[in-house]
């Protein structure tokens, strides 16, 4: 696979940011979630090692971890934007994905109006930042955070009243009945996997290959029945 110019001959190492449970997170040590073993699949579709890193999200959306060799690929549920397309290249989509609301359970907070005057929380550098900062009440006051778990916490400790993120993160926050996605917003934006713009044409189309053919093997399905099924 020389090729491939890989940052490690053999690996794929791919640059995460963990946690942003279902799709990466940590369990015993051990990175696991959606785009891990999508992207440990994808590897072993090409006769590759798979190896994961986990770098703060700004890191991942500027480029800088590609262009500093550490990794070959971002799988970070990163959702495709024109501004981020000038930066890097993306594979073909894997993941339909929207934006919602994740409160206390009970809360009156059922839409972005109502955090007139309250506290919303959101993910530094994220889709979530952009669409609340576009869209939330003058009112609003939006506090940013680095990680999902930051964020989580701070809803946890009362800092903030709600949280604006990806559907799929809030909602995996529900499971003990303390919290509620209480709105959803159907932004459109999908995830796909990021490269180097100017050197990765081949291993994009490597990635490309691979993950069509997991979507005709049922491998992908399996995955997705696994992680967002409940
Ligand atoms: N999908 C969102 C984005 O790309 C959040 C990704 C993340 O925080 N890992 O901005």
Same mark, same amino acid.
């Given at each position: 696979?020389?090729?491939?110019?890989?940052?490690?001959?053999?690996?794929? =190492?791919?640059?995460?940011?963990?946690?942003?449970?279902?799709?990466?997170?940590v369990?015993?040590?051990?990175?696991?979630?959606?785009?891990?073993?999508? /992207?440990?699949?994808?590897? =072993?579709?090409?006769?590759?090692? #798979?190896?994961?890193? !986990?770098?703060?999200?700004?890191?991942?959306?500027?480029?800088?971890?590609?262009?500093? %060799?550490?990794?070959?690929?971002?799988?970070a549920?990163?959702?495709? /934007?024109?501004? %981020?397309?000038?930066?890097?290249?993306?594979?073909?989509?894997?993941?339909?994905?929207?934006?919602?609301?994740?409160?206390?359970?009970?809360s009156?907070?059922?839409?972005?109006?109502?955090?007139?005057?309250?506290?919303?929380?959101?993910?530094?550098?994220?889709?979530?930042?952009?669409?609340? %900062?576009? !869209?939330? @009440?003058?009112?609003?006051?939006?506090m940013?955070?680095?990680?999902? &778990?930051?964020?989580?916490?701070s809803?946890?400790?009362?800092?903030?009243? &709600?949280?604006?993120?990806?559907? @799929?993160?809030?909602q995996? #926050?529900? +499971?003990d009945?303390?919290?509620?996605? =209480?709105?959803?917003?159907e =932004?459109?934006?999908?995830y796909?996997?990021?490269?180097?713009k100017?050197?990765?044409? +081949?291993?994009?189309?490597k990635? !490309? +290959?691979?993950?069509?053919?997991? %979507?005709?093997?049922?491998?992908?399905?399996e995955?997705y029945?696994?992680?967002?099924? +409940?």
């Amino acid at each position: 696979e020389s090729g491939l110019a890989l940052v490690n001959d053999g690996t794929l =190492t791919v640059c995460s940011n963990i946690p942003f449970e279902p799709f990466e997170y940590v369990v015993d040590g051990e990175f696991t979630g959606f785009d891990v073993e999508l /992207t440990r699949e994808i590897a =072993t579709g090409m006769g590759l090692e #798979h190896e994961m890193q !986990n770098v703060g999200f700004d890191g991942l959306q500027s480029g800088t971890v590609l262009a500093a %060799r550490q990794c070959d690929m971002i799988a970070a549920a990163m959702t495709v /934007t024109d501004e %981020r397309a000038e930066k890097l290249a993306f594979s073909d989509p894997y993941y339909d994905s929207l934006q919602s609301i994740l409160a206390p359970a009970g809360s009156s907070i059922a839409s972005l109006a109502d955090l007139d005057g309250k506290k919303i929380g959101v993910q530094q550098g994220t889709t979530g930042e952009s669409y609340a %900062r576009d !869209n939330a @009440p003058e009112g609003a006051e939006i506090m940013s955070f680095q990680t999902d &778990a930051e964020l989580f916490q701070s809803l946890q400790a009362g800092g903030i009243d &709600a949280v604006l993120q990806d559907l @799929p993160v809030n909602q995996d #926050h529900t +499971e003990d009945g303390k919290y509620a996605v =209480t709105a959803t917003f159907e =932004t459109g934006e999908v995830y796909a996997f990021a490269m180097k713009k100017d050197s990765s044409t +081949e291993l994009a189309a490597k990635v !490309n +290959e691979q993950l069509a053919s997991l %979507r005709e093997n049922g491998k992908y399905q399996e995955l997705y029945d696994k992680y967002f099924t +409940e």
